[in-house]
């Protein structure tokens, strides 16, 4: 198990604000970091992989960087549907580790 | 295009054995590098990796869960099910399944199934 410790748990915000999300490993993981967004009662959606790829899709206002242990989530001018859970993941070594999740509230 | 949908019983008792079955179109689990997982989600908490199986067969189960999963496909018929013994309440969760691509990454999951264990 590669322990995945995700920051902040939780965060309110506007739109329009920016936020920030950190998820750190237990161990170096390279660059096999994904992240979801998930909203009530839905599968997650894969936004990233890669640490730094956008699935095809997503708007460019969400970004990743990082590698090795320290891996962030950003989203600019964050917009109403934006309001959701967001998860990180490591995807080379099972159980594949998910962090404990970051709730995105509107202020 | 890619589609995954988890189907079995919502309610099992305690001791009891679950069995799921992840029906899939849009891919062959004989295709090299491609796998499907199953994951939990208890309600308000985090996800969790129950287990995957590959294409060639290779297969891994989550150790903290003790041995009481067992994955396996039917390549005939795109189907992975999954089976967990000796269920708890603390089992109770939305399962899901999902496809793992030759690059490692799940893009593709299932819609999810509410399963509660109770008496």
């Known amino acids: 198990d590669i322990p995945m410790l995700q920051s902040p748990s939780f965060v309110t915000a506007s739109v329009g604000d920016t936020v920030t999300i950190t998820c750190r490993a237990g161990r170096s993981i390279s660059i096999w970091l994904a992240w979801y967004q998930q909203k009530p009662g839905k599968a997650p959606k894969l936004l990233i992989s890669?640490?730094?790829n956008l699935q095809t899709g997503v708007p460019s206002r969400f970004s990743g960087s990082g590698s090795g242990t320290h891996f962030t989530l950003t989203i600019n001018s964050l917009q109403p549907e934006d309001f959701a859970t967001y998860y990180c993941q490591e995807a080379n070594n099972f159980p594949y580790s998910f962090g404990q999740g970051t709730i995105v509230e509107i202020k | 295009q890619i589609t995954l949908k988890e189907s079995g019983p919502t309610l099992v008792k305690p001791t009891e054995t679950l069995t799921l079955t992840c029906s899939f179109s849009g891919f062959s689990l004989s295709t090299s590098g491609l796998g499907v997982g199953w994951l939990r989600q208890p309600p308000g908490k985090a996800l969790e990796w129950l287990g995957v199986?590959?294409?060639?067969?290779?297969?891994y189960d989550n150790p903290s869960l003790e041995s009481r999963v067992t994955i396996t496909k039917d390549t005939s018929k795109n189907q992975v099910v999954l089976r967990m013994t000796n269920m708890d309440p603390a089992d109770t969760a939305t399962y899901f399944c999902?496809?793992?691509?030759?690059?490692?990454?799940?893009?593709?999951w299932g819609q999810g199934i509410m399963v509660t264990v109770s008496s």
């Open positions: 999902a496809h793992r691509d030759s690059s490692g990454w799940s893009a593709y």
């Open positions: 890669g640490a730094s």
């Open positions: 199986i590959f294409w060639d067969e290779d297969k």
